[in-house]
């Protein structure tokens, strides 16, 4: 099974900071790489779709990178509603099945 | 306007079964792949199993792999997930998503809590 890694698990910052996240698979996947942002109580929102798409209606401080085995989000100028849990997520295109990675929660500094 | 609601949650003892549901609305539901998803409180999001739109692929997380099982009714624009010998760990809230590779829709989820 592909394994995810995703780090930091939790990040301080500041309004208007630019942060990023990453995320790492233990073998190639290709750009299979979601994003997703979760907040308290709610249901995960689909933010950037295979590495560097961004999902209609995001807005565009949300980016993506990457290809292979490393991937990035960035947020490049953090807002006071993007403090919330961030996930990644790949897709095993051989199996059907998707995997998380361990999330990253961003909190106000 | 995509709506997905899951049902079928509760508290149920260590052992016994639940079976889930999630009514789809908004789109056309045969023509996707749809996932369930569970997080434990407190805890992050884990995959727990995929359908392709016609059931040709199915596919469980080794967690629950023998235990539950996916299934959908296209005819009634419903997803279900039969849980059968459910032990603590599978205390959860579960959620039904839409799509293959990307999750692009998300129901609000139903609770499981599995307690003697």
């Known amino acids: 099974d592909i394994q995810m890694t995703q780090s930091p698990s939790s990040l301080s910052a500041s309004v208007g900071d630019r942060v990023t996240i990453t995320c790492r698979a233990s073998?190639?996947?290709?750009?299979?790489l979601n994003w997703y942002q979760q907040k308290p109580g709610k249901a995960p929102k689909l933010l950037i779709y295979d590495a560097s798409n961004l999902e209609t209606g995001v807005p565009s401080r949300f980016s993506g990178g990457g290809s292979g085995t490393d991937f990035t989000f960035t947020v490049s100028s953090l807002q006071p509603e993007d403090f919330a849990t961030y996930y990644c997520q790949q897709y095993d295109n051989l199996r059907g099945a998707v995997q998380f990675g361990q999330g990253t929660r961003l909190e106000i500094k | 306007e995509v709506q997905l609601v899951e049902s079928g949650g509760g508290l149920v003892q260590p052992g016994r079964s639940l079976r889930l549901s999630c009514a789809a609305s908004?789109?056309?539901?045969?023509?996707?792949?749809m996932h369930w998803v569970r997080q434990a409180p407190g805890k992050g999001l884990e995959w727990v199993s995929a359908i392709t739109w016609n059931g040709g692929i199915i596919d469980y997380a080794d967690s629950v792999k023998g235990r539950f099982t996916i299934s959908r009714d296209n005819a009634k624009n419903s997803l279900y997930l039969q849980m059968n010998s459910l032990l603590p760990e599978d205390t959860a809230l579960y959620y039904c998503?839409?799509?293959?590779?990307?999750?692009?829709?998300w129901g609000q989820g139903t609770l499981v809590t599995v307690s003697s």
């Open positions: 073998q190639d996947i290709s750009n299979y």
């Open positions: 908004g789109f056309t539901f045969g023509d996707n792949a």
């Open positions: 998503a839409k799509g293959l590779a990307r999750l692009g829709y």
